[in-house]
């Protein structure tokens, strides 16, 4: 690695990288989005921070700059994405090059099972490795427990932490560290910004309170941001999210229920039976086998419509070039 990038390496740049960018040509530096805003981005560079101007950059991009201007931006790796809220059709990118999604849950209210088994979809299909982190754990003394009951209903790692009493807050830090990027997601008021602060050790971002009553917080967080720890590595903060829309191909949703895929594929013949079975024998949870059928529904629904929006961008062309040929036929 060059001497000058060196700086970089905490926030993931590596030998391939350096390969990707050298084929980019001469005279360009290497900096990360870490935070995008609508005309421009703030870009960690080699030797700091500082503003560029341009548009589409997403949160933890790897741009090249030349003249202050970002010119190319480097492949995304992987990609965290949702549906736009209130829109049937559209993305909205939420990190790139994300290493780990944690999925940030509150103890001061109920485990929201459903909501977790979409954000675990997203995550699945951004490419990058979901884990789930239930936060105020000083608030729950059956903590520890609803983590272990979480893991095995999930099948992916579940943190306990507390930023009061600092339980468990290393594990978090080390999903990161040396040179990973993790990414938060989660409701209002799960305490996203809270455990950044912990793990980086300043009073960086800003924290909401919650309502009492119903735990809801007071989306604090604005927008998205990246901050490299002490020991390495990098967080994305977001703000929290009312409603998790899919937006997913059938992957997402089949490597979340993975055992529910795997049963059905045991028994090509007849996989609606042996799923059945597994319910009525008490393999399988009836609520996680309708979570399923639901987010299998929303994803074919999603895919259908894409499949439309293609044909209908086909027909117009088609007519077009049916008008031409017969123009051209007349002369
Ligand atoms: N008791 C306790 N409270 C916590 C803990 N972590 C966060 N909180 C509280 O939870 C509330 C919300 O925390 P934030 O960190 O602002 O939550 P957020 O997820 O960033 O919320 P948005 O930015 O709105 O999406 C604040 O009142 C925090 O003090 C914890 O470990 N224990
Ligand atoms: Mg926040």
Redesign the pocket.
């Known amino acids: 690695m060059h001497e000058n990038t060196a700086a970089l390496a905490p926030l993931g740049w590596n030998t391939s990288r350096q390969v990707e960018f050298d084929a980019l040509g001469a005279g360009l530096v290497p900096a990360r989005v870490g935070r995008a805003d609508r005309g421009g981005a703030l870009v960690i560079g080699p030797s700091g921070s500082f503003h560029v101007e341009g548009a589409g950059l997403i949160t933890g991009d790897w741009v090249a700059i030349a003249g202050g201007r970002p010119v190319a931006v480097l492949a995304r790796r992987t990609l965290l994405e949702r549906r736009a809220a209130g829109r049937a059709d559209a993305a909205q990118a939420i990190a790139a090059n994300v290493d780990v999604v944690a999925i940030?849950q509150?103890l001061?209210r109920p485990l929201r099972e459903r909501r977790l088994h979409r954000a675990l979809a997203l995550a699945w299909d951004a490419g990058a490795t979901p884990v789930v982190v239930l936060?105020?754990?000083?608030?729950d003394d059956q903590a520890a427990a609803r983590g272990l009951a979480l893991e095995a209903a999930l099948g992916v790692h579940a943190h306990v932490?507390?930023?009061?009493?600092g339980d468990g807050l290393g594990p978090v830090a080390a999903l990161a560290a040396p040179d990973r990027t993790l990414v938060?997601i989660?409701?209002?008021?799960?305490?996203?910004?809270?455990?950044?602060?912990?793990l980086v050790g300043t009073e960086a971002?800003?924290?909401?309170?919650?309502r009492t009553g119903d735990a809801k917080?007071?989306?604090?967080?604005?927008a998205r941001h990246l901050v490299v720890l002490p020991g390495g590595g990098c967080l994305i903060?977001?703000?929290?999210?009312r409603e998790l829309g899919l937006w997913t191909s059938e992957e997402g949703v089949a490597a979340t229920f993975s055992d529910i895929t795997a049963l059905a594929a045991e028994h090509d013949g007849e996989p609606g039976c042996a799923v059945e079975r597994a319910v009525e024998e008490g393999l399988l949870d009836a609520a996680r086998l309708a979570s399923h059928r639901d987010l299998q529904r929303e994803t074919a629904a999603l895919a259908l419509r894409a499949d439309e929006r293609e044909w209908r961008a086909h027909g117009r062309r088609g007519s077009r070039l049916i008008r031409r040929a017969l123009r051209e036929k007349r002369r």
Do not use: Q, Y
């Open positions: 940030v509150g001061d936060t105020k754990a000083d608030l932490v507390s930023v009061r009493t938060l989660g409701e209002s008021g799960a305490g996203k910004s809270s455990l950044v602060n912990a971002l800003a924290i909401g309170g919650v917080g007071r989306h604090t967080t604005t903060d977001t703000p929290g999210v």
